[in-house]
């Protein structure tokens, strides 16, 4: 799937929860999507002109003057269905964390263990963050039909963070076996 259809499918699939302007698109993206998924002004703004020339979306007169709220209209809700049902394509890894471990023995061990002490750190930091997102929904969205849907992604997120956690606690005690003088060559 091409970036602009993923772009797409964000700005639709926003949309189809309520109509709003696009800096509230934005954050929402930013805020509810940004565990899995981000989109910038620079994407979103051309998409939703694209999605209005198309009659995916319409505009109307928001409530300050100048601001617009945009609004699925049911061609928009069948694009969004097209592109739900596309194929996911799967993209190649890139961990820049991971690159360095490769090549730990010119780094050294105690740099690796820096490294993997702050992946950590900020594994727990997303993991207090997902508890206090599951908290928040369910107060909120309490009886919603989107709320499953929400605590499902939330759910991978948290299931993420804890393998970071058990990896790099794992990876730790390995590197706990090797000489510290071994740092680098």
Not at 24 to 46: C, D, K, M, N, T
Not at 124 to 153: F, I, K, N, Q
Request: net charge negative; aromatic share 6%; with cysteine.
């Amino acid at each position: 799937m091409a970036r602009r259809d993923q772009t797409e499918m964000a700005v639709l699939g926003a949309l189809s929860i309520q109509p709003m302007t696009a800096y509230a698109l934005r954050e929402a993206i930013r805020e509810v999507l940004g565990h899995f998924w981000s989109e910038s002004f620079g994407q979103i703004y051309p998409t939703l002109n694209a999605l209005e020339k198309e009659g995916h979306v319409q505009r109307q007169e928001g409530p300050r003057a100048g601001s617009s709220i945009f609004q699925l209209t049911g061609s928009g809700l069948a694009r969004l269905r097209d592109l739900l049902n596309e194929p996911i394509k799967a993209v190649p890894p890139r961990n820049g964390l991971l690159l360095r471990l490769f090549f730990g023995r010119q780094l050294g061990v105690s740099r690796c263990r820096e490294l993997l002490q702050e992946a950590k750190a900020d594994a727990e930091r997303r993991l207090a963050e997902y508890d206090a997102l599951v908290r928040t929904v369910s107060e909120e969205d309490r009886g919603s039909p989107h709320l499953p849907y929400t605590l499902m992604t939330v759910s991978a997120g948290r299931h993420g963070a804890e393998a970071a956690i058990a990896w790099a606690e794992e990876a730790l005690a390995l590197l706990d076996t090797l000489p510290e003088n071994g740092d680098s060559p």
